[in-house]
């Protein structure tokens, strides 16, 4: 067993500061062997070694075996300040993690199914035990994590870091994830709402690069959206701003969790959407059992109930968006979530809808798309914040 | 505070020359998961066998059940008072499938005379329902199984008995994440339906995720009990390696030769 093996925590503050004093003389001085490392430091071979390995699991180095004076040696080179970040994103049946380094690159991740809505204390500590597990079978040294980031489906207050009352979490509302998850890993934490985070990763490495003012829809249980205005986040003043999910479409459509009735979430939210397949569309699978996932593979291969299911709520969405546009004249707007995956079958009825209800000058220069982020893209977002937020 | 289901005090085992366990003290609340840590050889599992019957513990202590003291002699005596053990080496039949395996050693549940499948099937899904457990078929043979699976049909078949204790030893070394993350998920469930839990780790990570308490051996002796909410992992590791001892504490407990450890020196 290695050192990282038995003790998580911070016990290793003599091994940190060690780090340190290699990582100073890489930095001096430029790529060294480990005995020269040793030397310079006055630590022992071994513990340059241990060191070396500690920081190369985390990117932090590169090692190179060569010889020097005809004996075999190992070459180091410091390839980017050491320190690791942590992204934790909770979404209704997942808890999912990603350790980056101090770029935002991902090193290890993992993802575990639990019933998040269930009880926020318990998530969150598990959440924790999943974050310190990654990194101990990573074998980094949680001492080394910098940044945490967390993704909440729900608005968080950007002064307290509180969780909103109305989301597809109820019994979140109130909640602080922030000072339990900081306590247990020993770091700072930051929480933030999946749709920011999303339109985070969009713009850093998706469709929106270079975009300045973007909305991105997540489209899930609730729908949220990602508000980028001159290329700064728009978080409103409690946190909620994004919360499009309730505009109110029709007044005797369904009545929301939200108390309103006829909320665009009532037209585009998964739930709403698998009660509106018809009855025995998915001969052979229990229905129990169909995913949406399914439901979009089946409008793709041609099937007119799940087609029509879906340009249904691609016109929701665009009598939604188009209130957007007119308010905030955007020039992307970037849907995201399993049931963008169906493409223009749910864009173009999308992009129809928006031209009945949007100025006509809002619209020119508008471009509708799919995110290429795939399911994590809140995920990613949170490990690139989180390296934003180191130095 | 209501009366501990298990509650054990001045607990000894010597084995030959072997000091295992020193007037050790220990309890188990209802709905509650004990963690029993300590070194390699600190008495851990000496002490749940001490608790299952399997090695009957020295004259001289008391171990009281719902308040009411009583004698573990036997695994039979342990099992018919409620207490149910998960060993690290699960002794699950590969060639038998998961209601086989359930029911396996589990004999006198059955109805008299022979082995109704039906109902046995009906009863294992029963339980594996309770659980939140979803098996694709019950009819594979648990040799197809993931280590996760198989750590919780043994979980699942030790309660079939209906234990209000339940003790694992070492239940997720050899898992996976996700499997791991399962056999967390089982325990939390187990403590909700108001059993008291006995989870042996060496996994700090996996005893802060789900236990509510710390209970430290060190050398056979109770070296500390901690509510994990309100203790750091320092703290709870510097009690297992004796970081924690000051230098008089550790100067006495030398000196008092009977009161160390677990080998005298002959
Ligand atoms: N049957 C036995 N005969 C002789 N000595 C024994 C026996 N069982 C345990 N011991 C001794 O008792 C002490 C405690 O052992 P025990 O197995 O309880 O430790 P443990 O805390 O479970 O350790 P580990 O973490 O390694 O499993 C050790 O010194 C061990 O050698
Ligand atoms: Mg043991
Ligand atoms: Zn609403």
Avoid at chain 1, 51 to 74: M, Q
Avoid at chain 1, 228 to 247: D, K, N, P, Q
Avoid at chain 2, 94 to 100: A, F, H, K, P, Y
Wanted: glycine fraction near 12%; include cysteine; charge should be negative.
């Amino acid at each position: 067993m290695t050192e990282a093996d038995t003790t998580p925590g911070s016990q290793s503050a003599l091994r940190q500061a060690n780090e340190r004093r290699v990582v100073e003389v890489l930095r001096r001085e430029g790529t060294r062997t480990q005995a020269e490392l040793a030397r310079a430091t006055g630590l022992s071979a071994a513990s340059v070694s241990n060191i070396v390995r500690g920081l190369r699991s985390a990117g932090a180095v590169s090692v190179r075996n060569t010889s020097s004076n005809g004996r075999r040696a190992r070459a180091v080179t410091l390839l980017r300040p050491p320190g690791t970040v942590v992204a934790l994103a909770f979404t209704v049946g997942r808890i999912s993690v990603a350790v980056g380094d101090s770029d935002g690159n991902p090193l290890a991740g993992e993802q575990i199914e639990y019933d998040v809505p269930a009880d926020p204390e318990r998530a969150v500590r598990r959440a924790a035990w999943l974050a310190e597990t990654t990194l101990l079978r990573a074998r980094i040294d949680p001492g080394r994590v910098g940044a945490v980031v967390v993704s909440v489906p729900a608005p968080i207050d950007p002064r307290t870091g509180v969780v909103g009352d109305i989301s597809c979490v109820p019994r979140w509302a109130g909640f602080r994830p922030g000072p339990a998850l900081s306590e247990r890993l020993g770091s700072p934490v930051l929480v933030e709402n999946d749709a920011n985070l999303a339109v985070t990763a969009e713009r850093a490495s998706g469709v929106a690069q270079g975009v300045d003012h973007v909305v991105q829809l997540s489209l899930d249980v609730g729908v949220g959206a990602g508000i980028v205005m001159s290329g700064r986040l728009f978080r409103g003043a409690g946190g909620t701003a994004g919360e499009v999910g309730h505009i109110g479409l029709d007044q005797r459509g369904p009545v929301c969790r939200c108390g309103n009735r006829g909320c665009l979430e009532t037209f585009v939210g998964t739930d709403y959407l698998m009660d509106m397949l018809p009855r025995d569309s998915f001969r052979g699978a229990g229905l129990g059992a169909v995913v949406l996932t399914d439901v979009v593979g089946a409008a793709l291969e041609g099937d007119p109930g799940s087609r029509r299911v879906i340009a249904e709520a691609g016109t929701a969405l665009g009598q939604g968006t188009a209130i957007i546009a007119n308010l905030f004249n955007p020039e992307m707007i970037v849907v995201g979530g399993e049931l963008a995956e169906a493409g223009d079958l749910l864009l173009d009825p999308m992009r129809r809808a928006m031209e009945l209800g949007t100025l006509g000058s809002a619209l020119s220069d508008l471009r509708v798309v799919a995110s290429t982020q795939g399911a994590d893209a809140a995920l990613r977002g949170a490990l690139i914040t989180a390296s934003h937020s180191l130095s | 505070m209501s009366t501990p289901i298990l509650e054990m005090s001045g607990i000894s085992k010597t084995f030959g020359a072997v000091r295992a366990l020193s007037e050790v003290d220990f309890q188990v609340d209802a709905g509650e998961v004990v963690a029993l840590l300590g070194d390699n050889g600190a008495g851990k599992s000496t002490l749940v066998k001490v608790i299952a019957g399997a090695h009957p513990a020295d004259n001289g202590g008391v171990i009281s059940w719902d308040g009411t003291p009583v004698n573990i002699g036997t695994p039979a005596d342990a099992q018919r008072l409620g207490i149910a053990t998960i060993y690290q080496d699960l002794a699950l039949c590969d060639n038998l499938d998961i209601v086989g395996n359930l029911f396996l050693g589990n004999e006198r549940l059955h109805f008299p005379g022979t082995l109704d499948e039906v109902e046995m099937e009906r009863r294992a899904v029963e339980l594996l329902d309770s659980l939140s457990v979803s098996i694709p078929s019950l009819r594979v043979p648990v040799a197809a199984l993931s280590g996760g699976q198989r750590q919780i049909i043994a979980i699942a078949r030790s309660l079939l008995g209906q234990p209000r204790v339940v003790m694992l030893d070492e239940p997720t070394a050899a898992l996976g994440v996700a499997q791991t993350a399962q056999v967390l998920d089982l325990i939390e469930r187990l403590r909700d339906q108001g059993l008291g839990v006995v989870l042996i780790s060496h996994n700090m990570a996996d005893v802060r995720a789900v236990a509510d308490r710390a209970m430290v051996l060190r050398l056979g002796r109770n070296a500390g009990d901690f509510p994990i909410a309100d203790t750091s992992y320092e703290e709870i590791v510097a009690a297992i390696t004796g970081a924690s001892d000051n230098p008089v504490s550790r100067r006495s407990t030398r000196t008092g030769s009977s009161a160390t450890a677990t080998k005298d020196k002959e």
